[in-house]
């Protein structure tokens, strides 16, 4: 049996205290009913310290002013003490009634049993790790570029309401215009901020996407006007508009990356921002890709990455000098239920051995030849636990190493994740861009299908190749 992750797990270790006097004892004594709650036989093994125990019970310590405290009976000492609850019991259940409903409100686990009253709320056995990282390539790559603070805050506003538009039903649309104002606000009032952070050669392209994020058909002020009209629909096509002006205009904002390199890794390729590479795929067995909407079978599918260089520059940076050598072509394709790898003996004399490289959430450069610790809350800026990551994989001499040439697609599926819908594999992989278009291609790949092409087809200027010796 699964637990979500906000779900309360119980502690064997919780202790409530209850000190009251009580009618039939002399006023120098005070009586302290302590009730000990173990945790029930349903809770999972690995989500819990102990387990298999459903009892409690109770114990009446009596305390003296003046003398030791005292292990007694509770029945034998206050011979009054069933008569006194009778008599209150009236007040008893309708006090213990608000509580069941305020504990109902608050607790993300239902308290469907007489077991489960007196279980008071546990303390995390284990840490949950933050559940809204990105969950699509597009996402993680707009959060991985290192732009203007002012266009951050406006592009987390308006992120939020992706979450938002989730809610069935009744959607707060009072919550979204009061986002969307607060980023138009931004906007217009940093203006000259948001406009002086873009390069004096990307200066007026810079003021056309700006009007467009506060004035274009697909703007903020439409996007303020679909609100108010409660239509679900164009306010969904109109946020993901407007995010991807945010995401161009960002890009003008970050000509290069943001940190300095270790000088011990100067003399690897890197990639000083994005590029995009287009694959192109052909059945090995002479079948056929699924049509196009209204096409025909398709013998070659195509397949376009977006590789980051601000999260992953050495990685990005050997990747697309493999491309550019043409070390891809041809190469055969395996395929797992979880990845599709490419051969590891394509490019093999070509590629640099880069260290493992994770750009850390919250961080400014990346960490070198070192995991992230996912269940103490360390998350990498392009994660993972997406449908059609990116991925090199390990050296085979050392996993502080990524493989010189061997890269793979990641499958992801959630129904094999583990806490927070996150790969068990998180933050051990150098992750350094996502399949931005043809994912649905992805499914259809077979072992022994071919990499008939891979190209550069944008970026190339942003990879600094080292000086030849």
């Known amino acids: 049996m699964a637990f979500p992750l906000s779900a309360s797990l119980f502690s064997p270790n919780k202790l409530t205290l209850n000190i009251f006097p009580t009618p039939s004892t002399p006023k120098s004594i005070s009586v302290l009913i302590t009730h000990f709650a173990f945790p029930y036989n349903r809770v999972p093994r690995e989500f819990t310290l102990a387990r298999g125990f459903s009892h409690k019970f109770n114990r009446i310590l009596a305390k003296k002013d003046n003398g030791p405290m005292e292990l007694v009976n509770g029945r034998n000492y206050c011979p009054n003490l069933k008569s006194w609850t009778e008599k209150g019991r009236e007040q008893f259940e309708r006090a213990f009634a608000a509580i069941i409903i305020f504990l109902q409100l608050t607790s993300p686990l239902p ?4 077991e489960s009253w007196f279980i008071p709320p546990a303390e995390a056995v284990l840490y949950s790790p933050e559940t809204k990282i990105p969950r699509t390539g597009e996402l993680a790559l707009r959060r991985a570029i290192p732009a203007n603070t002012n ?136 079948s056929t890709f699924s049509p196009e909407a209204a096409g025909q079978p398709r013998d070659t599918a195509i397949i376009q990455v977006v590789i980051d260089g601000y999260s992953a520059p050495l990685t990005a940076g050997n990747f697309a000098k493999l491309v550019v050598d043409g070390a891809y072509d041809g190469t055969k394709l395996n395929c797992t239920d979880q990845a599709i790898l490419s051969d590891g003996r394509a490019g093999k004399d070509k590629g640099y051995s880069v260290p493992l490289e994770i750009m850390p959430s919250g961080q400014f450069e990346p960490l070198y030849k070192t995991t992230l610790s996912v269940q103490d809350g360390e998350l990498p800026v392009l994660p993972l636990s997406v449908y059609g990551a990116v991925v090199m994989a390990h050296n085979e001499v050392s996993e502080e190493y990524s493989s010189p040439n061997q890269f793979f697609f990641y499958l992801y599926d959630k129904r094999n994740a583990g806490l ?45 190749l080292p000086k030849e010796s």
Do not use: C, H, W
């Open 151 to 286: 266009m951050k805050t406006i592009q987390d506003s308006l992120e939020d309401i992706s979450y938002l538009l989730r809610i069935p039903q009744r959607k707060p649309y009072g919550t979204m215009e009061g986002n969307v104002k607060k980023a138009l606000k931004i906007a217009v009032d940093e203006k000259e901020s948001i406009l002086s952070s873009v390069p004096a050669e990307f200066r007026e392209k810079g003021s056309a996407l700006y009007a467009s994020l506060t004035d274009g058909e697909n703007g903020l002020k439409k996007l303020l006007q679909s609100i108010k009209d409660k239509d679900a629909d164009k306010v969904s096509v109109g946020l993901a508009s407007t995010l991807d002006t945010i995401a161009q205009l960002e890009l003008l904002q970050a000509p290069g990356l943001s940190f300095l390199l270790p000088q011990q890794y100067l003399n690897y390729p890197r990639l000083t921002g994005r590029a995009v590479v287009e694959f192109a795929i052909g059945k090995g067995d002479g």
């Open 111 to 114: 308290l469907t049993g007489q």
């Open 420 to 464: 927070g819908g996150l790969s068990f594999d998180e933050g051990q992989f150098s992750v350094f861009g996502y399949t931005t278009m043809g994912r649905e291609t992805l499914s259809q790949i077979k072992t022994g299908d071919v990499i008939r092409y891979a190209k550069l087809i944008e970026g190339q200027d942003r990879l600094v």
